[in-house]
């Protein structure tokens, strides 16, 4: 089993709808957990944080269920510029490693 | 304040070759990280330096080395390349003692193509 899971998708969003999609981690250690989006051919960047109780930034939500081992992401009012490959990342208590999800494909169509 | 820079931004190397990759951290960084990510999936950790040392490794085999030099810019080394090593290779940097909290950050990565 991968540390870090996602569904691969691709999740086909009408703009202006909203979307979620969930990641599921094995360690129960795992203390620090991160969105990250990553556009075709380009470098992950950080989306957002993920934090116990839940975190908002703009059209984005973010949750964490330690009692399940996931995390989920919200989009809502889906842009266009939405459109984008969406990776889990986990953290270990030390060290700083990143362990990514396979990553979540997320198309927004007009 | 210029972010974490890789070099090169593409290279095509043929099976059995060697190549070296190239890494800058941000600026006030002192931990480099190397990740390799194959089409289609996620990234996959290799190694970290920090204070020129290898602290943690991944999966993967001693094909795979690197350094860290005393400005805290690092290298990747592939030797005896594989098919499988064509991937997208990316750095990132940050700071020790930040805690697991503190989010990573990527360069541009190295697409290595192997033929």
């Known amino acids: 089993r991968k540390e870090v899971e996602q569904d691969p998708g691709p999740f086909n969003v009408p703009e202006g709808a909203t979307v979620a999609f969930n990641c599921t981690y094995s360690?129960?250690?795992?203390?620090?957990f991160f969105w990250y989006r990553q556009d075709c051919r380009k470098e992950p960047k950080l989306l957002m944080s993920?934090?116990?109780s839940g975190n908002e930034d703009g059209r984005f939500t973010a949750q964490l269920n330690r009692a399940s081992q996931y995390i989920s992401l919200l989009i809502r009012d889906s842009k266009l510029s939405d459109s984008a490959t969406y990776l889990c990342?986990?953290?270990?208590?030390?060290?700083?490693?990143?362990?990514f999800g396979g990553g979540t494909r997320v198309l927004v169509k007009p | 304040d210029a972010g974490v820079t890789q070099s090169p931004t593409h290279l095509i190397k043929t099976r059995g070759q060697q190549v070296t990759l190239r890494c800058s951290p941000k600026?006030?960084?002192?931990?480099v990280s190397w990740y390799q990510q194959a089409l289609g999936q996620g990234p996959q950790f290799i190694f970290q330096?920090?204070?020129?040392?290898?602290?943690q490794r991944g999966n993967f085999p001693d094909r795979f080395s690197g350094h860290q030099f005393p400005n805290y810019s690092s290298e990747l080394n592939v030797n005896a390349l594989l098919l499988g090593d064509s991937a997208l290779y990316l750095c990132?940097?940050?700071?020790?003692?930040?805690?697991?909290?503190?989010?990573?950050?990527f360069g541009d990565g190295t697409r290595l193509s192997i033929l």
């Open positions: 990132a940097s940050s700071l020790a003692g930040t805690g697991p909290r503190e989010p990573q950050h």
């Open positions: 360690n129960s250690a795992s203390q620090s």
């Open positions: 993920v934090y116990s």
């Open positions: 990342v986990v953290i270990k208590a030390a060290g700083n490693k990143l362990t």
């Open positions: 600026s006030g960084h002192d931990t």
């Open positions: 330096y920090y204070e020129e040392e290898e602290r």
